[in-house]
């Protein structure tokens, strides 16, 4: 294990210099953790309790951390396996863990009942092949999209330790790859990925054996569709157009496009999480954090952002708690916590 060495900053600083106090410039940087084996390649980060869980693609492992203090995170445990590969999707019901592989297209499910010791409960293949990029639970149930495959599975995992296939739908027949699934109500919304025409595909699942295509949502910024359900509103965003999406649920089997933002400035995002009037965007390419203001969900503007090309380095998940921001750099290898009103006021 390599850590670098952790980068200090004070609001003020005592140094006097000449007769004159330095004012060191101010920092929303609240915590830091770098950690190049059990945090190499963070794929995404999410929070339960006192702990955030971070799955590692090319570290191939999911790491958990104490965020019981955000000032000083720490690695409480790092679950490896065969099964695991490319670690990329992950659910999260109680004590158990759903985590899906890129590389070896299966589901594992763990036991998370002692932190500092996941144990593998289960695992099933989702296909015959294919990527399996991200992952949703609800009521005994995995909803899986394999992108090779162009399909949307549904796992019973009602049996932790014989998880199974119950059904599988097409949801594109182009060249495009089903990506995200994001739930609500009878629907899954699933964003289609390194298409030359991409798209937001809904899915009928109050049957989960017998999931059904309703619509598709098509556009020359479509796809992706990584993000957050907050009231009747599904933020999303694009990151190869640089666009940030609302659709309006009222009706929740046929979404409609409220608004769309277009801004380079979004440093190409790929997640998105909302709090209060705010959303929260972690950049490919930006290195750092893109804020949207969303005091009118009509007309989304970019605000601000926030950039450490080393800390974090080529971002790809965030996850926000209170006045925390919490999130995950795949090329830092770490877990980065802000502070939200510092993050606008730099």
Known sequence: MHNRPAVVTFTFCSLILSGYVCAAPPTPVVGQLVDDIRL???????LQGDYAYLPCREGKRLTVCSIKDPAHPAVVSS???PLLGEAAGFAMQGNRIYVTSMSS????ILDASDKKSLRLLG???VGEKGALYKAAYRDGFCFIPNLHEKKLFIVDVRNSKQPRVIGSVIVTTGNDGPFSVTLHGDYA???TIFGKQNRLAVVDIKAPA???LVTQILGPDMGHASGQIAGQNFYAVNWDRNAFFVFDLTNPAAPELQA???DRRLGKPNRCVVEGNRAYL???EGDGIAVVDLSNPAQPAFLTAYHDSELLKKTYGVAVRGSLLYVASREGNSLVVLNREMLERK
């Open 260 to 262: 769309k933002l277009l």
């Open 123 to 125: 695992s099933v293949p």
């Open 210 to 212: 017998q999931p059904r």
């Open 189 to 191: 919304y699933v964003g």
């Open 282 to 284: 972690p950049m490919v």
């Open 105 to 108: 297209h299966r589901l594992l």
């Open 40 to 46: 190499r390649g963070t794929e995404d980060i999410f």
């Open 79 to 81: 679950f490896t396996h």
